[in-house]
């Protein structure tokens, strides 16, 4: 796929922007806090209806503005997509595609495939469970935009069994002083029942796509280490999920769930949430049969974290058959001459490439030269004196 323009209006600081990419290869090239992720955000959301930076679409509009647009050309194999998702600060997005409004966020799902590597991905190595459950959802929403409503439900569905938890845990310590309240825990009980099912069904669903996907990419992020690395290294991924199952069909899963609500009941009572299910997973990285948070070097760390993003770009491909795009935010400078190769040389004109940097002298004079650069000042994007 090809992103052939973009135009923001009123997003983040740019007033009003167009861009009209040209080449393979684009470089955004300019000082901090000039506009360069920013634009890598637009098109983040373009692909994920998400950006990492911001929660609120109140803060993705320019300051003073109420309505923020994103317009991009995009085209694929099946043909040209005119896709624009308006942002409003009173909160309300609304998202179309090619001139037709869209109802459902999952319609607009999967149009834009795009595959974002910064800085901040050490942190899929470094951080906490929840960093790397939120990669591998990303993930899975741009191969099965469906599972972005699965996951939407799960997390509704969690929400009101915590709050169902949370109150029969206050009156269970009223009832201790009053007898009126025991009849109410037992309707709350009732109702219980009817959460841990919603809970095994759907739950269920998250943890047996997680598998999945983290089945077929762990493959390509291995062969991806072990060749930057130069064969030193050897790369285990590992689903940790919360519910354990031998099979991966839908029935033994559930069963396995409701058989650890089951076990963890009293412990749920006592502590007014709910702790079985996949918002528990882990999924651990271990290099030569070491855990990679712990012990990995930096380097080592750099070198998965570019693994893992190579191996995404592979898996994308495969599942969808057209090649995503690849955001590269402020990262090239910072890998050391030979993973910036590997990573050059993974790209090799096969994946459209936008490079956001505050410097040109590390790049390759022959990668300058098959570039479009763009220089962004202050919410401006102009050609650059270089290209
Ligand atoms: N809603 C907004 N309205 C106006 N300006 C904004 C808004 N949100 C962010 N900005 C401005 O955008 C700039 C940050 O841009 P961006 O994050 O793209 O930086 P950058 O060029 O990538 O720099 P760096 O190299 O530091 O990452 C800041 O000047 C910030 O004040």
């Not at 991009?72 to 609304?94: P, V």
């Not at 966020?105 to 459950?133: H, I, K, T």
């Not at 030979?338 to 022959?366: E, K, P, V, Y």
């Amino acid at each position: 796929m090809y992103l052939k323009s973009l135009h923001l209006r009123a997003f983040r600081n740019y007033a009003d922007q167009q861009v009209e990419f040209n080449a393979q290869k684009t470089i955004l090239v300019g000082n901090n806090a000039q506009g360069k992720s920013n634009l890598l955000e637009a098109v983040e959301l373009l692909s994920t209806l998400k950006s990492h930076r911001a929660s609120r679409d109140r803060d993705l509009i320019l300051e003073g503005a109420g309505v923020g647009q994103i317009l991009a050309t995009l085209e694929r194999n099946y043909g040209q997509s005119e896709l624009a998702i308006t942002l409003r600060s009173s909160g309300r997005r609304t998202l179309a595609r090619d001139g037709e409004p869209l109802r459902r966020q999952l319609d607009f799902l999967g149009v834009l495939n795009a595959v974002r590597f910064s800085s901040l991905d050490l942190e899929l190595v470094r951080g906490a469970p929840e960093c790397r459950r939120n990669w591998l959802d990303a993930l899975l929403v741009q191969l099965e935009p469906i599972y972005a409503h699965i996951l939407h439900q799960y997390y509704q569905v969690l929400r009101q069994r915590n709050a169902l938890l949370k109150d029969i845990r206050q009156k269970e310590t009223a009832a201790q002083t009053q007898e009126s309240q025991i009849a109410k825990i037992d309707r709350d009980f009732s109702q219980l029942d009817l959460w841990d099912k919603q809970l095994a069904e759907i739950g269920s669903r998250v943890t047996r796509r997680r598998a999945r996907v983290l089945e077929r990419l762990a493959p390509l992020a291995q062969a991806w280490h072990n060749n930057i690395s130069g064969k030193t290294e050897i790369l285990e991924i590992k689903y940790v999920p919360n519910i354990i199952c031998m099979g991966n069909d839908a029935a033994s899963v559930q069963q396995a769930f409701l058989e650890k609500i089951e076990q963890r009941r009293i412990a749920e009572q006592q502590l007014g949430t709910t702790v079985v299910g996949p918002h528990r997973d882990e999924v651990e990285l271990i290099i030569n049969q070491t855990p990679a948070k712990s012990y990995g070097s930096q380097g080592q760390q750099r070198t998965l974290v570019l693994a893992l993003k190579l191996a995404e770009l592979k898996l994308i491909e495969e599942v969808i058959g057209e090649s995503p795009l690849l955001l590269l935010d402020d990262v090239l400078a910072e890998l050391d001459p030979n993973r910036q190769n590997q990573l050059l040389d993974a790209i090799q004109g096969r994946f459209q490439t936008l490079i956001t940097t505050t410097h040109l002298n590390s790049f390759d004079a022959q990668w300058l030269k098959s570039s479009q650069i763009f220089s962004v000042k202050t919410g401006k994007i102009m050609n650059s004196v270089f290209s």
